[in-house]
């Protein structure tokens, strides 16, 4: 079965550092690129960046760039979603999924697989 | 940054009834990178519709998706009470990959 499975719920204060991940199983890991959504509380989907496992290549949303570090593992068909500085306004929910895509440009087929999602709670 | 515009924000309908829900583009997109979700509450979303009009495994074919350029419709011919839930549109042709705020599609 085709699978993304992200780590658990977390609870942090402003200002710690939080790493969350998303652990493909089924596939071949390097053959998709794996995404990251955030929900805040009530709210739409926003898209966050995209990465290829096989060699990193990241893409931001200028809305997340720098704010957070997309990384992947290949050899444990991970990726990770990270912060530095943790404040009250990342609190959500994280969803990872994946995505076909030709020459790191042409991004086809949607996300089909998601992950159950990581809720992030950031409260002093 | 392509924006897009999902109309209505809530459609009340009842259950065999037909939905139409709209997704407009700021600027035109390939309809191969137009998608549509749906997301139930407190799950995760799930693909139903890419490349504009092709249905994802395991999509019944009451679900259909057409348009093309920057107006793009997800139709939902017969309402099942299971297909209330809120539908999203995204586009991948472009970084960032945007998405619409949403439908809700709720119960009359």
């Known amino acids: 079965e085709v699978q993304l499975v992200q780590s658990g719920a977390e609870v942090k204060k402003p200002g710690e550092s939080l790493k969350i991940s998303c652990k493909g199983s089924?596939?071949?890991?390097?053959?998709?690129?794996i995404g990251w959504v955030r929900q805040m509380p009530g709210k739409g989907l926003e898209w966050m960046g995209i990465?290829?496992?096989?060699?990193?290549?990241?893409r931001y949303s200028p809305s997340f760039q720098g704010q957070v570090t997309i990384s992947a593992d290949k050899s444990i068909s991970t990726a990770y979603l990270q912060w530095s500085s943790l404040k009250a306004s990342d609190t959500a929910t994280y969803y990872c999924a994946r995505q076909r895509a030709v020459a790191g440009t042409y991004f086809y087929n949607g996300l089909d697989v998601w992950g159950q999602g990581t809720t992030v709670t950031v409260s002093s | 940054e392509i924006v897009l515009t999902q109309s209505p924000g809530t459609l009340s309908l009842s259950p065999g009834e037909r939905a139409t829900l709209s997704c407009r583009l700021s600027?035109?997109?390939?309809?191969?990178?137009l998608a549509w979700y749906q997301q139930k509450l407190g799950q995760a979303p799930r693909l139903l519709i890419y490349?504009?009009?092709s249905r994802a495994t395991g999509i019944p074919d009451r679900f259909s998706g057409g348009g093309s350029g920057t107006d793009f419709t997800l139709t939902i011919s017969r309402l099942e009470p299971e297909d209330f839930a809120v539908y999203y549109c995204?586009?991948?042709?472009?970084?960032?990959?945007?998405f619409g705020q949403g439908t809700k599609l709720e119960i009359k």
């Open positions: 490349g504009a009009s």
């Open positions: 990465i290829y496992p096989g060699d990193s290549d990241t």
């Open positions: 600027q035109s997109v390939s309809s191969s990178y």
């Open positions: 089924g596939y071949s890991f390097t053959n998709y690129w």
């Open positions: 995204q586009q991948s042709e472009t970084s960032p990959h945007t």
